[in-house]
């Protein structure tokens, strides 16, 4: 039995840990980093850059099934799943090493094990503790949750197996339209698999505008993929051959495979949090805004904290936490301009009020506008459609931007300086918006709110 001192001990080396311990190390202080898997945790080994890899590969497979739309002469002749994999875990392992060789040049200290919290300034890995001079900071992250009634294993598929599949089923039915089953609904149907999505709310993606959702669902719907929404599942049974889903109301949906994606639920059972008294709602979390758990000397960040479970929401609340340890006035990470993207086809980016949102709060004084991707250079040259939309509250700053269209995630950067900085439309209208780029859709739809637009119609 050994034990350890440093400044900080983090529990969890995913995106909010290994941020905070890297801020950390780089401010002077020493930091002992717990992680029971791999560095890195769950966005990188089986979440973000996983998918996002496969939805790469996807759109490549589309892309050489339309090829002769651009005058190319290819043909498509079908998934190489192991090469695919192959492409997917090279990528996953550069990412792995290239932060293991970061960390360790910061000269902080990694512990493989099983942490738990057995004290306010201790970590416990197997026999050996590990105690903090000045904090710890909770970074355990997620997992995926499932539905009452429905086992995960054999057909029935968490996100997590999702991945580890080792062909193209023919059919598939995702249980839940949020940012994860849409993403896998839209890698399998470029595969070539036969696709159904259900949700029991009345859109898919509902955390997004209702104007984004019915846009998506459109275009899944000329892609092929069925979409059930405002459904909701009466039972699921698996044989050996498949598994049915019968929706309440008595329709059958059989498919090869089950992929449930309800969303993920913070990782905090049985790691001790309950016993040193840190307060959890729901298993969540509970902190104030600086992210100071209800016990002195703990912090928590990342997807354990209530809100979005975004990676680089708990990359910036580690950085915050680690410059508050430092004794620097960081400004708290705020949850309003929180960028927000789904990598399907097509995408979808967003930050701050949807126009819902922006009603509940200020009522018939919200505007908007939206652009048509149609009116868009470069959204002709890459042959997708969708739109830019706006919200504001009238004569006030911008409160929201929603987008939808290929490629859209990449014009979200612009979209987040103008509501985090509470821009007014004529401030970002005046800016000069390269041609020709997707960008300049912005530029069209802030023009076009500011009163002048000029290839938007009236």
Known sequence: MAETTSDLVVLGGGSGGYAAALRAAQLGLSVTLVEEDKLGGTCLHNGCIPTKALLHAAEVADATREADRFGIRASFDGVDVPAVHAYRDGVVDRLHQGLRGLVASRGITV?????????????????????????????????????????????????????????????????????????????????????????????????????????????????????????????????????????????????????????????????????????????????????????????????????????????????????TLAGLDPVPVPESSIPRVTYSDPEVASVGLTEAQARAVHGDEVETVSYNLGGNGKSQILGTTGFVKLVRQRGGPVLGVHLVGARVGELIGEAQLAVAWEAYPEDVAGLVHAHPTQDEALGEAFLALAGKPLHAHD
């Open 111 to 323: 512990v493989a094990g099983r942490g738990t919290l057995v004290a306010a300034d201790a970590v416990r890995v197997g026999e050996d503790t590990h105690r903090a001079s000045r904090a710890v900071v909770l970074a355990t992250g997620s997992y995926a949750r499932s539905v009452p009634g429905i086992e995960l294993g054999g057909r029935i598929l968490s996100s997590t197996e999702a991945l580890a599949l080792d062909h193209v089923p023919e059919r598939v039915v995702v249980l839940g339209g949020g940012v994860i089953g849409v993403e896998f609904a839209s890698v399998w149907r470029s595969f070539g698999a036969e696709v159904t999505v259900v949700e029991a709310l009345p859109s898919l993606v509902p955390n997004e505008d209702e104007a984004i959702g019915k846009a998506l669902q459109r275009a899944f719907t000329k892609r092929g993929i069925g979409v059930r929404t405002g459904a909701r599942v009466a039972s699921v049974a698996q044989t050996a051959d498949a598994v049915t889903v019968v929706l309440e109301g008595g329709t059958e949906l059989v498919a090869d495979q089950l992929l449930v994606a309800v969303g993920r639920g913070p990782r905090t059972a049985d790691l001790g949090y309950d016993d040193v008294g840190v307060e959890l709602d729901r298993g969540f979390v509970k902190v104030d805004e600086t992210l100071r758990t209800t016990v002195p000397g703990v912090y928590a960040v990342g997807d354990i904290v209530p809100g979005l479970q975004l990676a680089h929401r708990g990359f910036q609340q580690g950085i915050f936490v680690a410059e």
